[in-house]
């Protein structure tokens, strides 16, 4: 069998339509936060650490007006499997530690009527907390800590569905309730909501 003549074989067929998606969505901007806030106001901020290949943990940081690297962290602390539980690290100091943030975000400036200077910064002495001590603290613990979400891989557990509830679960859902009881504005809860992984 011999082979064709190659001016007598049809064309190869036309390259398909390059196909041009959506342009990819622009990263959400935080909010807009002057570097210096209203008298007696305290900044907070959100603190992000890498995760990888997990996702990223979240928390509040109430900073120092009198020492920036000093504050507040407020977090759920914990994981999907064993269950999170709130914690306030009072005076922690974001330089001596050694697991340090690896974005600070500013959130907003939040009126000095919603903090209690010298009970949430435990008079300048750190200390591990779980009890609100301030409006701010309290308007965020209305929102429980989350509970167990990680399927069991026993085979006698029969399979449901379940979404999982993690640190950044609880930052914005929290930051939905700071904007109901007017801590935050609702431009902050927008942006978490926006970033959340």
């Given at each position: 069998?011999?082979?064709?003549?190659?001016?007598?074989?049809?064309?190869?067929?036309?390259?398909?339509?390059?196909?041009?998606?959506?342009?990819?969505?622009?990263?959400?901007?935080?909010?807009?936060?002057?570097?210096?806030?209203?008298?007696?106001?305290?900044?907070?901020?959100?603190?992000?650490?890498?995760?990888?290949?997990?996702?990223?943990?979240?928390?509040?940081?109430?900073?120092?007006?009198?020492?920036?690297?000093?504050?507040?962290?407020?977090?759920?602390?914990?994981?999907?499997?064993?269950?999170?539980?709130?914690?306030?690290?009072?005076?922690?100091d974001v330089l001596a530690t050694d697991n340090p943030p690896t974005t600070r975000i500013p959130l907003q400036w939040v009126d000095a009527q919603y903090f209690d200077e010298r009970a949430m910064f435990n008079?300048?002495?750190?200390?591990?907390?779980?009890?609100?001590?301030?409006?701010?603290?309290?308007?965020?613990?209305?929102?429980?800590?989350?509970?167990?979400?990680?399927?069991?891989?026993?085979?006698?557990?029969?399979?449901?569905?379940?979404?999982?509830?993690?640190?950044?679960?609880?930052?914005?859902?929290?930051?939905?309730?700071?904007?109901?009881?007017?801590?935050?504005?609702?431009?902050?809860?927008?942006?978490?909501?926006?970033?959340?992984?």
């Amino acid at each position: 069998m011999g082979l064709k003549n190659p001016s007598s074989m049809p064309p190869p067929p036309p390259p398909p339509p390059a196909f041009k998606g959506a342009a990819p969505r622009p990263a959400p901007k935080p909010p807009t936060v002057a570097a210096r806030g209203p008298a007696g106001a305290f900044l907070v901020e959100l603190f992000v650490y890498n995760g990888s290949p997990f996702k990223d943990h979240w928390a509040y940081f109430v900073r120092s007006n009198d020492q920036s690297s000093k504050g507040v962290r407020v977090h759920a602390t914990g994981d999907v499997r064993n269950s999170f539980k709130l914690e306030m690290e009072r005076m922690l100091d974001v330089l001596a530690t050694d697991n340090p943030p690896t974005t600070r975000i500013p959130l907003q400036w939040v009126d000095a009527q919603y903090f209690d200077e010298r009970a949430m910064f435990n008079s300048g002495n750190y200390k591990v907390d779980s009890v609100p001590v301030c409006r701010f603290e309290a308007s965020a613990h209305k929102v429980k800590a989350p509970g167990k979400s990680l399927n069991s891989v026993d085979k006698a557990t029969p399979r449901k569905n379940v979404v999982q509830k993690d640190c950044q679960t609880w930052i914005v859902e929290s930051a939905d309730q700071l904007v109901a009881d007017h801590v935050f504005n609702a431009e902050v809860a927008a942006y978490l909501h926006a970033i959340q992984q």
